[in-house]
């Protein structure tokens, strides 16, 4: 059996690297593509982290793991749900074929305190943010997105007298981050530290969860994107155009740590014999539908992600028509260990499902949640088949999203009335274990 290494880059956009046509360069992910399978139609479960993740280790969509946002649910709340979760997990499975399992992430949202252990004789949790490390510093940023807000904040709850304490918190914060390079660094270092300390040996898993392209970004200003979040003041394009940049370089320098890492297989005589798999839990927005970052919206920047794969000694395979889904992963990697090949891995249907807002805005804000409940508490959901794509509004029972390849359609005007009734009876049949609402419009 093949040693396993899952590479999840969280937040990358597909069509942000050079290996599908992107900026970013990216010269140790090109030379992994030439030994690899790169796969052009890989579709993200959900939009954004945690649901994600579950399940690309369960293998089933949020609306069968039930392990995702809600009204009333958001990050906090969904640990207990997933350590509740009676499913077998891709490294338990692995874990009971013999395979020494090993996760590192970057992300406490995937971590030991969150569920994300099971299955894993070792798992490592990284905190390279000095705001996460901070108790004093989370507590401010929960109340404000800077110091002026969290003071504005404190005095109205009559605290007036701790202003100098976060403030010197703050500063003290921000020199720390200077030191670390964060935030171009946010742990690959320290991953790839840790993983050159390691015994590895022939049967092994191992998982990595890089952040280095999730925001927060060089230029990124958390009030400026509280404000364009809430409505209060839209992002500039040039602000757009340079919080992009900053996310091409730090796809650039993330590359240079995945170069850094499959050289220490190379060098160790490992690489031969394991299987590579690259990918990302889900992509990143820059305004080209009116919204910034991810989570809550379902367009293809957001879902769209990369898969490069690395079969053992170089395997390649005929590519099939189809779609990729980050569900089908476990299926697929119990094919490959066993000698099959990738026919689990390419759907003709894939799903992602989206149930509103995943964040709750600093209390600076509360008098804006009005506002971010009426524009972000929609469940979505979104049908890819035979080149077409269907994207649904279930909370108003509209139709939000037509295409036809890359080509927006208006599907008032579709003429092809079947194929359109067909791709949402596809969302009706997927829709039905969740009792996701369907388009209330005639055809």
């Not at 270092?189 to 392209?213: G, H, P």
């Not at 957001?302 to 690395?310: A, D, E, G, T, Y």
């Not at 469940?379 to 994207?391: F, G, H, P």
């Amino acid at each position: 059996m093949p040693n396993i290494l899952l590479i999840v880059c969280d937040t990358m956009n597909r069509d942000a690297l050079r290996v599908y046509g992107g900026e970013a360069k990216t010269p140790n992910l090109e030379k992994l593509a030439k030994d690899s399978m790169v796969y052009d139609n890989c579709i993200a479960p959900s939009p954004w982290t945690f649901p994600s993740h579950v399940s690309l280790f369960t293998g089933m969509y949020p609306s069968e793991h039930g392990v995702h946002e809600t009204n009333d649910e958001k990050t906090e709340e969904l640990a207990v749900k997933h350590m509740n979760l009676d499913a077998k997990r891709l490294p338990e499975y692995l874990q009971s074929e013999g395979y020494n399992t090993i996760g590192i992430s970057n992300n406490l949202m995937i971590s030991r305190f969150t569920g994300f252990d099971k299955g894993f004789n070792l798992f490592f949790n990284l905190e390279p943010s000095p705001w996460g490390k901070s108790k004093l510093g989370t507590e401010g940023k929960r109340l404000g997105s800077d110091i002026k807000q969290v003071g504005a904040e404190l005095i109205r709850r009559g605290r007036s007298d701790e202003i100098p304490k976060f403030a010197k918190e703050f500063l003290r914060i921000k020199r720390m981050a200077r030191a670390f390079n964060y935030p171009m660094d946010k742990g690959a270092s320290l991953a790839n530290n840790l993983i050159a300390d390691m015994a590895l040996r022939n049967k092994f898993f191992l998982f990595v969860n890089y952040y280095e392209v999730h925001e927060p970004y060089v230029s990124f200003d958390d009030k400026e994107n509280q404000d364009n979040f809430t409505g209060i003041k839209p992002y500039s394009d040039g602000r757009v155009r340079e919080l992009k940049a900053d996310y091409v370089s730090e796809a650039e320098y993330l590359d240079g740590h995945i170069g850094a890492l499959i050289e220490m297989l190379k060098m160790r005589g490992l690489y031969e014999d394991t299987m590579i798999i690259f990918t990302s839990d889900h992509g990143q927005a820059f305004n080209e539908h009116g919204f910034m970052y991810h989570g809550i919206y379902l367009y293809d920047e957001i879902v769209r992600v990369p898969l490069i794969v690395k079969y053992p000694h170089n395997r390649k395979f005929k590519k099939r028509n189809g779609y990729q889904s980050l569900v089908n992963i476990p299926d697929f990697v119990r094919d490959v260990i066993h000698g099959s090949d990738d026919r689990n891995l390419t759907s003709e249907v894939v799903f992602s499902e989206a149930y509103g807002n995943i964040d709750r805005p600093p209390e600076a804000y509360k008098s804006r949640m009005g506002y971010v409940n009426a524009k972000y508490e929609k469940s979505r959901k979104a049908v890819y088949a035979k080149d077409m794509k269907l994207t649904v509004n279930g909370s108003e029972g509209t139709i939000e999203e037509l295409m036809d390849g890359k080509k927006d359609l208006d599907y008032r005007h579709y003429k092809d009335k079947k194929k359109l009734a067909a791709l949402m009876n596809l969302i009706g049949s997927q829709s039905a274990r969740e009792k996701f609402k369907m388009p209330k419009h005639s055809l």
